[in-house]
Each structure stands twice: as structure tokens, then as C-alpha cells.
């Protein structure tokens, strides 16, 4: 999964990329845009439009005709009608079938894309971010080591490492506090026997990876803001939400968006 992952962030970056360098949010309302455009093009292009338009006529006259069936009491009338009801859903659902696998790719790649670069606020000069390393139990109090580095300030360069209680599977772990300065390649981790890396993006509108899970058990984990959308989702939104805020906005945006041009352009 994960080179498919990575081809989808690729390819998004070469359609939306420069996006990114206005803001994240710029970033983000693009992909849903091109995900209502892609929508409603592929379902224009792909489906019977008059036949569509007909069937969504007949199901109106239809309805009306059940509703006289009702009050009347017909219910032989009122079978007829609903056999022709479901015979029209099951054509429907016939036709509309390959426009809806032939977006999935291009949805999943837009969607895989946002996730990938509009989910957390890019690092800012002067903002503090919580750096956490977590280590296998076997390395409980040894000690690890933030290399310094003028790209940034820390509360200190060494921690011994402490069982953390919350931790699945369990787990050691000990924190920093960065205070940024301005871009560097990487944060640079040392401990007994090892070394490892946390890669940070030098390019402007790009974030690093919240987590990454290293060899031997050992991961290092950034605590990122996630991006609030010209601040209006609130900051506790993340601690309570059933999904976060990039998700919620894209999918409002791209669902609004596709209705509109649906309408616009009369697409069944």
C-alpha cells in the first residue's frame, strides 16, 4: 500500500502542488474542486444522459401516480406502479455503475493527496512543536539524545527514557520542546547503540510526517497543529470529532461544488 500511497502523493503534487505555497487551505479547496469537476465530467461522459433525464421524469410522474394509488385505495394500481418504480432504480443503478468505478481512482488520489499535505499546519518560524521518541521497554532509563542544531531551540538536548503508561503496545518515550528558527533536513536522534532520523521538508507549504516508525520498534512522532481552514473549525475540534477538520471541509466543499455544477450543467 504504501508505494501506491506515495504515487498517489506524487501525482498530486505535480497537479496541486503549487497550490501549497499560497496555504494549506488553498491546497485543500483545489482538491475538492477538482474532485466536483472530476464528478460531474466523468458522470456526464460516461452515463446516458437523455435516458437518465427520462427515468428521473418517469420516476416524478411515477410518485404522483402511487400518491393517487394511495388515496384511492387501488392496490393493484398501486403494485404496477411500484414494480415500475424498482424496475427504473435497478437500471439506474445498472448505468450508473462505471462511472462510479471509473472515479474511484481519481477521488482516492485527490483524497490520499489532502490527507497527505493538508491534514497539519506547516512548521512556522518561532512556533513551539512537542517532539516525542518512543523506544522498545528494553531501553527504560537510558538515555537519548536531540542532536542540536541552529534551526531551532530545545528545553534541553538529553532525556532518559520512561515506561509511558498509555502507550499500545507498551512502550518507553521521552519529549522535547522545539522552538523553530527556520528550516532544516532533519531532527537527528541518538541512543545507546543507534542513531535515527526524523526528515523535514525544506520546501515552502510542506509539513513532515506527524509519526514515523523506525527499525527495532523505535518511532519519532512530531505533535503538529492540524489545520483549522482559515481558523473557523475550532482548535478542541480534533480532541471530539468523529474524523478531522481537512476531512470534514473536503468532503463539504467537493459534495457542494458537485451539486452545483451538476445543476448548472443539467447532468442527471
Not at 121 to 149: K, N
Not at 186 to 193: E, K, N, Q, S, T
Request: a positive charge; proline letters at 8%.
Amino acid at each position: 500500500m504504501e508505494p501506491l500511497w506515495n504515487a498517489a502523493v506524487r501525482l498530486g503534487d505535480l497537479l496541486l502542488g503549487w497550490t501549497l505555497l499560497l496555504c494549506p487551505e488553498a491546497g485543500l479547496i483545489a482538491a475538492a474542486l477538482l474532485s466536483a469537476i472530476a464528478a460531474a465530467g466523468i458522470r456526464w461522459a460516461a452515463t446516458p444522459q437523455n435516458w437518465l433525464h427520462r427515468a428521473a421524469d418517469d420516476r416524478r410522474s411515477l410518485r404522483r401516480q402511487v400518491r393517487e394509488a394511495k388515496r384511492q385505495g387501488d392496490s393493484d394500481r398501486l403494485l404496477r406502479l411500484r414494480k415500475s418504480l424498482g424496475q427504473i432504480a435497478w437500471r439506474r443503478a445498472a448505468v450508473e455503475g462505471a462511472p462510479t468505478l471509473l472515479l474511484l481512482p481519481v477521488l482516492g488520489t485527490l483524497a490520499i493527496w489532502a490527507s497527505a499535505r493538508t491534514a497539519f499546519e506547516p512548521i512556522q518560524a518561532e512556533q513551539e512543536t512537542t517532539v516525542t521518541l518512543h523506544s522498545p521497554l528494553a531501553y527504560e532509563l537510558q538515555l537519548a539524545h536531540l542532536q542540536p542544531d541552529d534551526a531551532f531551540t530545545a528545553d534541553g538536548w538529553i532525556r532518559q527514557l520512561r515506561y509511558a503508561p498509555d502507550s499500545l503496545p507498551p512502550a518507553c518515550s521521552a519529549q522535547w520542546q522545539v522552538r523553530w528558527r527556520h528550516p532544516t533536513d532533519a531532527l537527528h536522534f541518538r541512543y545507546p547503540g543507534g542513531q535515527l532520523d526524523h526528515p523535514l521538508p525544506q520546501t515552502a507549504g510542506l509539513y513532515p510526517a506527524p509519526r514515523l516508525v523506525h527499525a527495532d520498534g523505535w518511532e519519532s512522532q512530531l505533535d503538529l497543529a492540524p489545520m483549522r481552514f482559515f481558523h473557523i473549525v475550532p482548535a478542541a475540534w480534533s480532541r471530539f470529532a468523529w474524523a478531522p477538520p481537512w476531512l470534514i471541509v473536503y468532503i463539504l466543499i467537493s459534495l457542494t461544488a458537485t451539486a452545483a455544477l451538476r445543476r448548472l450543467a443539467r447532468i442527471s
